[in-house]
């Protein structure tokens, strides 16, 4: 196993420029106006970090851990951009040494993440949301007598990533592994296309970064949504409903507003898609014993 930190804040390697900054495209969301149909969290986020440019400004200007500006998200994509370079390269490295000890049939190469990172989509950097880009990650792997690239297009869960793995060694699943292979998947990508269910993710309260003044956000409810929990559903056909205990829901149509910018939790006219999805976030509730009440 080779754990790489990079790519991380403070965004810096030796590869920075590799990406010339005029061919770096930021996410469509990080130039549109701010909107506050958005948890309450994620906005006092939004306010710390946009404080915290503003005092990077005037310590370390070339190495901004937050931007403010299309130009400094720009900035700061193009490093980031260079430390997946830099990972690229090492990755590369690897797969030669495996060529040149003649063990490359004999291995199967996987390479994934824990988080990504918002790098200024809906004007907010890092981890820490139920955003696409934070909280959606690459699975990749090659397999020896792989010959052609196969991708699947729909979401599965990093929880079926060690029985997948068991599996691909030829053994069997372990009790205290939740989850199931994705062998038959990867295998034939229409064979579970209607059989992968959903994907589950959740948000326990964590030190959230805010301005001890929360400015403009400030209100009596700032120190409760600091502390929300969330219970996320991304289902196969590409809902996304997200369900606080102490803050604003979520729903949207990734297929449709993959950049998730229109928050359809409270239009009347998706109802039931809000219930069916709701029940099925109980049902995976009950199955894991999660006590928290949304």
Known sequence: MVAFVEPHSPYNGPLNDVNPLDEVELDATATLPEHEDIPLRYRLMREWQQAEALLDRERLPIQLFFGITPDEYRSIK???LGLVTLVDQS???I???LERCGIEENTIVVHTSDHGDSLGA???FGKETMFEEAARVPWLIRLPSQTLPKMISHPVSHIDFVPTLLDLLGQSNRPQCAGKSLLPL???ATALTH?????FLEWAPNRTKVKKEAGSLGDARSSARVEESTRTLVSPDGWKLCLRDKDLNELYNLNEDPF???NLYPDAQYAS???RFTSEIYRWQEATNDKLKL
């Open 78 to 80: 193009q490093r980031y």
């Open 91 to 93: 990755i590369g490295a």
């Open 95 to 97: 797969l030669g040494c």
């Open 122 to 124: 809906h004007h907010l």
């Open 186 to 188: 990867i295998n034939d």
């Open 195 to 199: 059989d992968t269910g959903s994907v």
């Open 260 to 262: 998730e910018t229109r």
């Open 273 to 275: 898609v809000v219930s």
